[in-house]
């Protein structure tokens, strides 16, 4: 008699209860998964599934990944109508964000109380699990990983062919002087398994002092936008004496992740199509630089327009 396992594919923002036999294949699991996200599965890549160590073949069977009932399966992979759209686009035509281009001065919602008892909430109640412990005397990066490190929903073979060009460069080189923290709006799960996909994990050349997920973030209302979910820096200012607005900058490719600390936030370029992109994305490249003058020359990081980072010259500092 065939057992069914049910399996909960997560993928553009959504969940999938997805049905198949301990018998079936990955293959026959890809199909499935076609039905119900229209996403083919040549252009499917399953992220979390390991038999004996290494990602699956196509022909494995499912009986033999000793999935437990309710198993979450992250997917990267690109419709084909986003694919036309995309090959289509006028050469240089960017690729319209998912952002609401929110202006600071529309929205002073840094100093309100309902949102600074909020950010004290998450002080107290969240958990932080610290990979590796701050350094004395070093700034604070704190990075986003969707569209900021790699782009989450092209499709490929690897994590590498998904990467943003100059990561682990970037890394390196930010790591002489800053202690560098992941935040993602995501679950505590997915962050792991991508920054192990990106290699980031394992690379010795720079240490991830901590993850932070959806959880850490706070709600606020914008009249003319509504409800948004934002990630206040206050939280790891209020654990951590060492960082504060005067030593903490924050890459996001949503500006709007970043409007209870607007001084603080750059909004990056998003790296997407990194099919298309891959050659010639040099953002993380440009970056260093733009980091290194700004720990060397910069006393006060919210003195600093961030949005003109690229014309930056640093004055040198006297202290």
């Given at each position: 008699?065939?057992?069914?396992?049910?399996?909960?594919?997560?993928?553009?923002?959504?969940?999938y209860?997805?049905?198949?036999?301990?018998?079936?294949?990955?293959s026959?699991?890809?199909?499935?998964?076609?039905?119900?996200?229209?996403?083919?599965?040549?252009?499917?890549?399953?992220?979390?599934?390991?038999h004996?160590?290494?990602?699956?073949?196509?022909?494995?069977?499912?009986s033999?990944?000793?999935?437990?009932?309710?198993f979450?399966?992250?997917?990267?992979?690109?419709?084909?109508?986003?694919?036309?759209?995309?090959?289509?686009?006028?050469?240089?035509?960017?690729?319209?964000?998912?952002?609401?281009?929110?202006?600071?001065?529309?929205?002073?919602?840094?100093?309100?109380?309902?949102?600074?008892?909020?950010?004290?909430?998450?002080?107290?109640?969240?958990n932080?699990?610290?990979?590796?412990?701050?350094?004395?005397?070093?700034?604070?990066?704190?990075?986003?990983?969707?569209?900021?490190?790699?782009?989450?929903?092209?499709?490929?073979?690897?994590g590498?062919?998904?990467?943003?060009?100059?990561?682990?460069?970037?890394?390196?080189a930010?790591?002489?002087?800053?202690?560098?923290?992941?935040?993602s709006?995501?679950?505590?799960?997915?962050?792991?398994?991508?920054?192990?996909?990106?290699?980031?994990?394992?690379?010795?050349?720079?240490?991830?002092?901590?993850?932070?997920?959806?959880?850490?973030?706070?709600?606020?209302?914008?009249?003319?936008?509504?409800?948004?979910?934002?990630?206040?820096?206050?939280?790891?200012?209020?654990?951590f004496?060492?960082?504060?607005?005067?030593?903490?900058?924050?890459?996001?490719?949503?500006?709007?992740?970043?409007?209870?600390?607007?001084?603080?936030?750059?909004?990056?370029?998003?790296?997407?199509q990194?099919?298309?992109?891959?050659?010639?994305?040099?953002?993380?490249l440009?970056?260093?630089?733009?980091?290194?003058?700004?720990?060397?020359?910069?006393?006060?990081?919210?003195?600093?327009?961030?949005?003109?980072?690229?014309?930056?010259?640093?004055?040198?500092?006297?202290?």
């Amino acid at each position: 008699m065939e057992v069914n396992v049910k399996i909960i594919v997560k993928w553009g923002g959504k969940e999938y209860d997805v049905e198949v036999c301990e018998n079936d294949s990955i293959s026959d699991l890809k199909n499935c998964i076609h039905k119900h996200t229209g996403v083919r599965p040549d252009r499917q890549k399953l992220l979390n599934l390991k038999h004996k160590g290494k990602p699956p073949g196509d022909d494995c069977r499912i009986s033999h990944l000793n999935l437990k009932p309710g198993f979450k399966l992250m997917m990267m992979g690109s419709l084909e109508a986003d694919i036309e759209d995309v090959n289509k686009a006028p050469e240089g035509m960017s690729e319209v964000v998912n952002d609401l281009d929110i202006e600071d001065e529309e929205v002073a919602i840094e100093n309100q109380e309902v949102y600074l008892a909020k950010v004290q909430k998450r002080i107290k109640d969240y958990n932080i699990n610290m990979i590796n412990q701050p350094r004395n005397g070093k700034k604070l990066l704190v990075l986003d990983i969707d569209y900021t490190l790699f782009d989450h929903k092209s499709s490929a073979e690897t994590g590498a062919e998904l990467m943003r060009p100059y990561l682990h460069e970037f890394l390196t080189a930010a790591y002489d002087d800053y202690d560098i923290v992941i935040w993602s709006a995501t679950g505590m799960k997915w962050i792991e398994e991508k920054m192990k996909l990106l290699g980031v994990t394992s690379n010795t050349n720079y240490k991830i002092m901590f993850y932070l997920d959806s959880l850490a973030m706070i709600s606020v209302h914008i009249p003319k936008y509504g409800v948004l979910n934002v990630k206040p820096l206050g939280v790891i200012w209020g654990k951590f004496d060492q960082y504060n607005s005067k030593n903490t900058i924050m890459f996001d490719d949503v500006r709007r992740n970043f409007i209870m600390n607007p001084k603080n936030g750059l909004k990056i370029r998003p790296f997407r199509q990194a099919h298309l992109n891959r050659d010639k994305d040099k953002e993380l490249l440009n970056l260093t630089r733009y980091l290194k003058d700004l720990a060397a020359h910069c006393n006060d990081f919210t003195c600093v327009n961030h949005r003109h980072w690229e014309k930056y010259k640093p004055k040198k500092r006297s202290d």
